[in-house]
């Protein structure tokens, strides 16, 4: 992998990935860009203890801009975009409309291809493991920075999910703060501990192999599962069986196999639904430790991937008990969903 550093017009951080080490990356950005002018703030919520981000400059963001318009293609043909090179393989830069940003954290945007007809699910294995190692590289430049606690890789894929852009990519979010959802994890990890001398992360993917009913993949590094209480419809969690905090830890093994693992994964969630109904809504989610607390080696770095679709042209909604309660009710049983992502293997 050949990593190339540069920055855009406007003062923003531009990173390319490239598989081959002999590929220039020196096209600059032409645009005439004003510096990026951000309102981003962390607000504090006593009741519940979480924070909030305000960032009122995010409605003034890109919204569905037709193909030929998109700002995640490269630029070509005289119009210019994020991307000033005419191709890419993996391009990663500073989000020019942040939910955080300065001392309130970072986001960045991870375009996967510069194809923006294909999914991830498209991608070669080649191409995917490109992806994996830009996260894993920007994973360990933003554990550098002081006011990034906790690292989140993810991509939203579907106009259900909220999209607003068809480009075929991610974000990675460095929170200035251990995320509600992490620290919920923490909380268990150090229970089960205490109470059982034993690693969580560890026991859950030793009771899902012993249990056998909700597996959906074996690798020799990894174990795809649809966990026992599942919140969403269909919704799969991705192990390491060799468990470490985050992902610069993984070995050459695990990363050899996660694409095969993951792009088989992306490609099933695409058929659960049947032959003729659109591509899968979804949101990929890697849970990494944070950085800088106690314990952070016992924590399992895992991927979890989920639809919102229910089933044929209906969606979850998270309506009262969900929103007004944080108390999930899943229609479809985790067995059920396990065995409906066995099938679509042959299909």
């Not at 950085?291 to 016992?298: A, L, T, Y």
């Amino acid at each position: 992998m050949k990593k190339t550093v540069t920055t855009l017009a406007d003062g923003r951080e531009l990173i390319y990935y490239d598989s081959a080490d002999d590929v220039v990356r020196d096209a600059a950005d032409q645009r005439p860009l004003d510096a990026v002018s951000t309102s981003s703030e962390i607000r504090h919520d006593p009741l519940l203890g979480d924070s909030v981000a305000i960032a009122s400059h995010r409605q003034g963001r890109t919204y569905h801009p037709p193909a030929d318009e998109c700002p995640l293609c490269p630029s070509r043909e005289g119009r210019h975009s994020e991307i000033p090179d005419a191709d890419y393989d993996v391009a990663v830069f500073e989000n020019r409309f942040p939910s955080l940003a300065g001392d309130s954290g970072r986001c960045e945007v991870v375009c996967f291809t510069s194809d923006h007809e294909v999914s991830f699910a498209g991608l070669t294995e080649d191409q995917a493991a490109l992806v994996l190692e830009a996260w894993t590289d920007r994973t360990a430049d933003l554990a550098e920075l002081p006011q990034v606690a906790q690292v989140f890789c993810f991509e939203n894929r579907g106009a259900e999910i909220g999209v607003t852009l068809g480009h075929p990519h991610g974000q990675i979010y460095g929170y200035p703060f251990v995320t509600p959802r992490t620290e919920q994890m923490l909380r268990s990890m150090e229970t089960h501990r205490a109470e059982t001398g034993r690693n969580l992360f560890d026991d859950v993917v030793a009771r899902e192999l012993a249990d056998g009913d909700r597996i959906v993949l074996e690798g020799e590094h990894w174990v795809a599962f649809v966990p026992y209480a599942a919140h969403w419809p269909y919704e799969v969690h991705l192990h390491p069986r060799r468990r470490v905090p985050d992902l610069r830890e993984l070995d050459a093994g695990a990363r050899t196999e996660f694409p095969q693992i993951y792009l088989e994964l992306l490609r099933r969630f695409d058929r659960i639904f049947g032959p003729g109904e659109p591509p899968t809504p979804y949101i990929s989610a890697w849970h990494q430790a944070p950085f800088r607390v106690p314990g952070r080696e016992e924590f399992g770095l895992h991927l979890e991937l989920f639809t919102i679709r229910r089933t044929s042209g209906k969606l979850k909604f998270l309506a009262g008990s969900e929103s007004g309660m944080n108390v999930f009710i899943n229609d479809v049983p985790p067995e059920a969903a396990a065995q409906r992502l066995r099938e679509v293997a042959s299909e």
